[in-house]
């Protein structure tokens, strides 16, 4: 049950980061890079939701 909620959970995240935020593409290369850039659109992602709470 857990693991079946989890992909409904995930996957409006994504969703909302491409659609919404327009991301489609990673500008960087290399798994380090592109760590780095998915943890600032991860962080992105979270300063907009909580900016829509304050």
Same mark, same amino acid.
Request: proline share 0%.
């Given at each position: 049950?857990?693991?079946?909620?989890?992909?409904?959970?995930?996957?409006?995240?994504? $969703?909302? %980061?491409?659609?919404?935020m327009? &991301?489609?593409? &990673?500008?960087?290369? $290399? %798994?380090?890079?592109?760590?780095?850039? %998915? $943890?600032?659109?991860?962080?992105?992602?979270?300063?907009?939701?909580?900016?829509?709470? %304050?």
């Amino acid at each position: 049950a857990h693991r079946k909620q989890r992909c409904w959970d995930i996957e409006a995240i994504f $969703g909302d %980061i491409k659609h919404n935020m327009n &991301f489609k593409r &990673f500008a960087l290369r $290399g %798994i380090e890079k592109v760590n780095v850039e %998915i $943890g600032l659109v991860a962080m992105a992602h979270n300063l907009k939701k909580l900016a829509l709470v %304050i």
